[in-house]
């Protein structure tokens, strides 16, 4: 699964959003992802994909609008992330 | 003042989820306590409690749960059923007459319990991000306001036990004061984490478990009474204008007419009669009836070495001579200690005594104590003809005494 798909995954398990809703264009306004709900959406991303999300809200508000904008986010912090030893 | 109607009734409670539940179990002297298992079970001292049978997920879906201590699931669960049997209580009215005042001695103790967890126990900074909401003690009364577009006051009180007597008390006032035409009121409690547990073991005035039936451990007004055993539950009230009431043929489950508050100033646990007593006159002064009108109290009955003879003689020095004819009973024998959701179940069983005409018993006393000399009906349910007024008794830690007087309408 790609981050996507794992976000998506994420969201109809434990947001009660339905599947066919979550696409990457999405915008979070017509999800009723909320700024309070986005504070866990994002609590739960970092269990899921074992990050740190370091950015401030105000930071994040202006930069994530879509699924896919939080996708590419996520993705983002992954990357970045040091990479196990081979 | 306008008078006040109770139209709707919601229950949570140890013996079981709804008013007529709750009051059936209660008339059959069954208990609700029972041994209970919480985090390092090893370490509990006192094992036994009276929790309630709940399926939060039946009630809430999973998102919104995550943001609702179990104080403020009960709460919320209770005031729905309240407003389902008030019937429309709410139809056609402004939201800003409308109001909830909810009574809570602990709030969101469970959430304040894991996020110590998670901090202390596992060294971990990943503290659940709504914990606040949901420690937050105004929380199940916030919950209730914004469930139900209630736009009037929102007030949470907090006097240990008696928090939601005096919630009730206080609404009764704003809807008698004209202010607010109906308000949810009542009390919720879920102190039944390893936390709490300790720290209420620490004061020393928890039940010893019976040894021969755990269920039977809190003995009101016996000899053998140990302490008192820790409940959790929610029961809500709606209030209403008498007037409005009778003009939409609302089903009028009693008047509340009245409400006496007093403060010991004295000691923060030890009680005091002559504070008692004056909460009893004040309830009967505000509703203008005598000693001999009441047909029933329902006591404040901790099953505290230090409770029991001290409600004994406050009611003994408000009632005189009729004091021995005035069955009292304590109700906690069967479904504990609510704390601050105490007095708000306690005043329903008084409201459902009245109009069934079943006086509940006080359980487990078996073994009479001298200095505890009051009809307490015990241990079987008793059939009265022409029951009209009832007396709810709530004392706290603090000192703030708190008495409702209820009548059938």
């Given at each position: 699964?790609?981050?996507?798909?794992?976000?998506?995954?994420?969201?109809?398990?434990?947001?009660?959003?339905a599947?066919?809703?979550?696409?990457?264009?999405?915008?979070?306004?017509?999800?009723?992802?909320?700024?309070?709900?986005?504070?866990?959406?994002?609590?739960?991303?970092?269990?899921?994909?074992?990050?740190?999300?370091?950015?401030?809200?105000?930071?994040?508000?202006?930069?994530?609008?879509?699924?896919?904008?939080?996708?590419?986010?996520?993705?983002?912090?992954?990357?970045?992330?040091?990479?196990?030893?081979a | 003042?306008?008078?006040?109607?109770?139209?709707?009734?919601?229950?949570?409670?140890?013996?079981?989820?709804?008013?007529g539940?709750?009051?059936?179990?209660?008339?059959?002297g069954?208990?609700?306590?029972?041994r209970?298992?919480?985090?390092?079970?090893?370490?509990?001292?006192?094992?036994?409690?009276?929790?309630?049978?709940?399926?939060?997920?039946?009630?809430?879906?999973?998102p919104?749960?995550?943001?609702?201590?179990r104080?403020?699931?009960?709460?919320?669960?209770?005031?729905?059923?309240?407003?389902?049997?008030?019937?429309?209580?709410?139809?056609?009215?402004?939201?800003?007459?409308?109001?909830?005042?909810?009574?809570t001695?602990?709030?969101?103790?469970?959430?304040?319990?894991?996020?110590?967890?998670?901090?202390y126990?596992?060294?971990s900074d990943?503290v659940?991000?709504f914990?606040?909401?949901?420690?937050?003690?105004?929380?199940?009364?916030?919950?209730?306001?914004?469930?139900?577009?209630?736009?009037?006051?929102?007030?949470?009180?907090?006097?240990?036990?008696?928090?939601?007597?005096?919630?009730i008390?206080?609404a009764?006032?704003?809807?008698a004061?004209?202010?607010?035409?109906?308000?949810?009121?009542?009390?919720?409690?879920?102190?039944?984490?390893?936390?709490?547990?300790?720290?209420?073991?620490a004061?020393?005035?928890?039940?010893?478990?019976?040894?021969?039936?755990?269920?039977?451990?809190?003995?009101?007004?016996?000899?053998?009474r140990?302490?008192?055993?820790?409940?959790?539950?929610a029961?809500?009230?709606v209030?209403?204008?008498?007037?409005?009431?009778?003009a939409?043929?609302?089903?009028?489950?009693a008047?509340?007419v009245?409400?006496?508050?007093?403060?010991?100033?004295?000691?923060?646990?030890?009680?005091?009669?002559?504070?008692?007593a004056?909460?009893?006159?004040?309830?009967?002064e505000?509703?203008?009836?005598?000693?001999?009108?009441?047909?029933?109290?329902?006591?404040?009955?901790?099953?505290?070495?230090?409770?029991?003879?001290?409600?004994t003689?406050?009611?003994?020095?408000?009632?005189?001579?009729?004091?021995?004819?005035?069955?009292?009973?304590?109700?906690?024998?069967?479904?504990?200690?609510?704390?601050?959701?105490a007095?708000?179940?306690?005043?329903?069983?008084?409201?459902?005594?009245?109009?069934?005409?079943?006086?509940?018993?006080?359980?487990?006393?078996?073994?009479?104590?001298p200095?505890?000399?009051?009809?307490?009906?015990?241990?079987?349910?008793?059939?009265?003809?022409?029951?009209?007024?009832?007396?709810?008794?709530?004392?706290?830690?603090?000192?703030?005494?708190?008495?409702?007087?209820a009548?059938?309408?």
């Amino acid at each position: 699964m790609n981050t996507f798909e794992r976000l998506r995954a994420l969201l109809a398990r434990d947001f009660d959003l339905a599947p066919e809703a979550l696409q990457p264009e999405a915008t979070l306004e017509n999800l009723e992802i909320d700024s309070l709900r986005m504070i866990e959406i994002l609590f739960c991303v970092e269990d899921e994909f074992k990050i740190v999300v370091p950015a401030e809200h105000a930071e994040l508000k202006e930069r994530l609008h879509t699924l896919g904008d939080l996708a590419a986010y996520i993705d983002g912090l992954v990357q970045a992330l040091p990479k196990a030893p081979a | 003042m306008r008078p006040v109607a109770v139209t709707g009734l919601g229950v949570v409670s140890p013996l079981g989820n709804d008013a007529g539940t709750f009051f059936a179990a209660l008339v059959a002297g069954r208990s609700g306590v029972r041994r209970i298992a919480l985090r390092f079970p090893e370490r509990m001292v006192t094992r036994i409690a009276a929790p309630v049978d709940f399926d939060a997920p039946s009630h809430f879906p999973a998102p919104r749960l995550r943001m609702l201590d179990r104080v403020s699931q009960f709460a919320l669960v209770a005031a729905r059923q309240a407003l389902e049997q008030s019937r429309g209580a709410l139809d056609g009215l402004d939201p800003g007459r409308a109001g909830a005042f909810v009574g809570t001695g602990m709030g969101g103790a469970q959430t304040t319990d894991d996020g110590y967890y998670t901090l202390y126990g596992e060294r971990s900074d990943r503290v659940k991000p709504f914990s606040v909401l949901m420690a937050m003690n105004n929380a199940p009364a916030a919950w209730i306001g914004m469930d139900h577009g209630l736009q009037g006051p929102n007030l949470t009180y907090s006097t240990a036990c008696s928090s939601s007597t005096v919630a009730i008390g206080e609404a009764a006032r704003r809807v008698a004061a004209g202010e607010v035409d109906v308000m949810i009121a009542g009390g919720a409690e879920a102190p039944l984490t390893f936390g709490t547990l300790k720290a209420w073991e620490a004061l020393k005035t928890l039940a010893a478990e019976d040894p021969r039936d755990p269920a039977a451990s809190c003995k009101p007004f016996a000899a053998d009474r140990s302490g008192l055993v820790l409940g959790e539950g929610a029961a809500m009230l709606v209030l209403e204008d008498l007037a409005r009431a009778r003009a939409r043929n609302a089903t009028i489950l009693a008047r509340l007419v009245g409400y006496g508050l007093a403060t010991d100033a004295s000691h923060v646990t030890r009680p005091s009669v002559d504070g008692q007593a004056r909460a009893m006159r004040l309830a009967l002064e505000d509703a203008g009836l005598d000693v001999d009108a009441i047909g029933y109290i329902n006591a404040h009955g901790t099953g505290t070495p230090a409770n029991d003879p001290v409600e004994t003689a406050a009611i003994r020095q408000v009632f005189g001579a009729r004091a021995g004819a005035t069955p009292v009973s304590s109700t906690k024998s069967m479904h504990a200690h609510l704390l601050g959701a105490a007095g708000a179940l306690e005043l329903v069983a008084a409201i459902l005594a009245a109009r069934e005409g079943v006086l509940p018993p006080t359980m487990n006393l078996a073994v009479p104590d001298p200095e505890c000399d009051l009809d307490y009906v015990p241990n079987v349910a008793r059939r009265v003809e022409g029951l009209a007024a009832v007396m709810s008794n709530s004392f706290a830690f603090g000192g703030t005494n708190a008495v409702l007087v209820a009548c059938r309408d």
